[in-house]
């Protein structure tokens, strides 16, 4: 069954270059969505293109962006949002999610950088998160992120939070890797933000690995396995919200398929868990 605001359901794989034609020749594979960022697909011609295409045609493919800077100073791009709406119709994407987070203001800066956590915030983004889904026609799912210092701050991160979801109605995807991230960074409980987030906002997960940089940084990474403080925060989601439909993020380092196809079994394990615990009890 599908999550509230998700037309998924099950376990999905990020969609990289890397594996697209290795991936269309399997006959079968267990994925049950995948996602890409539009960015990097919109401008392709040619067996890019192709391949695209035939992977929409197999798979529900979610779109998560990388360039909306939704909390940035300067004032949207109405021209990229309808480049991506004409790209959305064309290949039937179920989905859009972008970062809270911007990342340009007179030029780009190639890094998420975090929205002061301040009541001004929440009515501004919350004016541009109903913008982008006016001229869209379709919901806003966005993504909690992870961020290394909190200028200007105000209130808690997870009040920040909850206010945007409310004052803008959009969805949330919950970034379980980036609670557990944010939650060493900066001394907080990583159960209790997964609490607090309002379960029928929650469209989809993610999860993935990160990089160790000293006992109190971590960096999200997107580069690494996924190590079992992460997996035990996954659980407690499910057990928290439901069995929401969770994808496995891999940008860099990427290994073999079959790698990839192991950490998605281990997703299905801990989405049977309750089920499992059921049966031994029932």
Not at 42 to 52: E, H, I, P, R, T
Not at 99 to 124: K, N, Q, R
């Amino acid at each position: 069954m599908a999550h509230p605001s998700c037309p998924v359901s099950g376990t999905g794989l990020g969609l990289r270059r890397q594996f697209i034609e290795e991936l269309l020749e399997l006959g079968n594979p267990d994925i049950d969505f995948m996602e890409v960022a539009p960015e990097n697909w919109m401008g392709l011609g040619g067996k890019y293109a192709k391949q695209f295409t035939a992977a929409c045609e197999r798979f529900a493919m979610m779109c998560h962006g990388l360039s909306l800077s939704i909390g940035s100073p300067a004032p949207l791009d109405v021209a990229f949002l309808k480049q991506l709406k004409q790209f959305f119709d064309k290949h039937q994407i179920v989905s859009y999610s972008e970062h809270l987070s911007y990342c340009s203001d007179d030029g780009h800066l190639y890094d998420l950088m975090p929205i002061p956590f301040t009541a001004e915030s929440v009515h501004y983004v919350s004016e541009r998160i109903k913008q982008v889904q006016d001229i869209l026609e379709r919901q806003l799912i966005i993504e909690n992120v992870s961020y290394y210092a909190a200028p200007g701050q105000e209130m808690t991160e997870v009040d920040f939070t909850r206010e945007v979801l409310e004052e803008a109605n959009c969805g949330l995807l919950l970034d379980v890797n980036n609670v557990y991230v944010n939650s060493i960074n900066h001394g907080y409980d990583a159960k209790h933000f997964i609490d607090a987030m309002p379960t029928d906002r929650i469209a989809y997960l993610h999860i993935a690995g990160h990089y160790n940089e000293a006992e109190d940084l971590i960096v999200d990474t997107h580069g690494a396995d996924i190590v079992d403080p992460v997996w035990q925060l996954l659980s407690h989601t499910y057990d928290r919200h439901g069995i929401i439909p969770t994808l496995l993020e891999r940008d860099f380092n990427i290994p073999s398929l079959s790698h990839l196809f192991d950490e998605m079994t281990i997703i299905r394990q801990y989405q049977q868990q309750p089920y499992d615990m059921q049966a031994r009890h029932g």
